[in-house]
């Protein structure tokens, strides 16, 4: 089936690192995706993993992927005020549709 | 590229009237996609095209809501008659093959 699913809400304080969880369903997915969605906006792609990798370094990102447990991770090294938002993540599967988790809204506090 | 441009922005309109939401894709996307945002159901797939022909059509809550694509620059989502619960804010993306997809900026419906 499909379903991807992500916790609610992460608190963290300026300058320390935020991880932000992940787990799908379907391990025919061949890239997972992570969305930024800023308030009022709509959703920025901040980077992707192939179903292959296990790691994606991107600056301050780093993206892990347990495909045996199907869990992907998005660390952020040095949070910032301006990363508070929600992030997606979201597997692409074989039919080229993107499934969509349900969002965490990180808030970071000085 | 400008992105993906959506219009209007921001729309209220009166129980029962017909709304109307556009969108133009990134040129030489090949895909795009209508999603619904609300706090309850979060982001909901409604209706995806390949090519201009509707492929997925199974996320469109009820015969209402209808979606056409007559160019590959071009599409429209409508709602008639639109109904409270239809409130939402509405996202169009595009992406090619394989590729990450690309939103506009929304579309904030109220219906009241």
């Known amino acids: 089936g499909e379903d991807v699913e992500q916790s609610l809400f992460l608190s963290v304080r300026e300058g320390d690192s935020s991880v932000i969880n992940c787990t799908y369903t379907?391990?025919?997915?061949?890239?997972l995706y992570w969305y930024k969605q800023e308030p009022g906006a709509g959703l920025q792609l901040l980077t992707y993993?192939?179903?292959?990798?296990d790691m994606k370094q991107d600056q301050r990102l780093t993206v892990l992927l347990n495909k045996k447990d199907k869990h992907l991770s998005l660390r952020i090294a040095d949070t910032q005020t301006g990363d508070s938002a929600i992030y997606f993540c979201?597997?692409?599967?074989?039919?080229?549709?993107?499934?969509f988790g349900t969002g965490t809204r990180l808030q970071v506090f000085p | 590229d400008a992105g993906v441009i959506q219009s209007p922005r921001h729309e209220v309109t009166e129980m029962g009237q017909e709304v109307t939401l556009r969108c133009k894709p990134i040129?030489?996307?090949?895909?795009l996609f209508w999603y619904r945002q609300t706090m309850m159901r979060g982001l909901e797939l409604l209706i995806y095209?390949?090519?201009?022909?509707?492929?997925?059509d199974s996320g469109m809550p009820e015969d209402r809501f209808s979606a056409k694509m007559p160019n590959a620059s071009f599409s429209t989502l409508k709602i008639q008659p639109s109904e409270p619960r239809d409130s939402a804010v509405y996202f169009c993306?595009?992406?090619?093959?394989?590729?990450?997809?690309?939103f506009g900026s929304g579309t904030r419906l109220t219906v009241v």
């Open positions: 993306a595009s992406s090619s093959a394989g590729g990450g997809y690309t």
């Open positions: 379907d391990s025919s997915s061949t890239y």
């Open positions: 993993i192939f179903s292959n990798m």
């Open positions: 979201a597997e692409f599967l074989y039919t080229d549709k993107l499934i």
């Open positions: 040129s030489g996307h090949d895909y």
């Open positions: 095209f390949n090519n201009n022909v509707p492929i997925d």
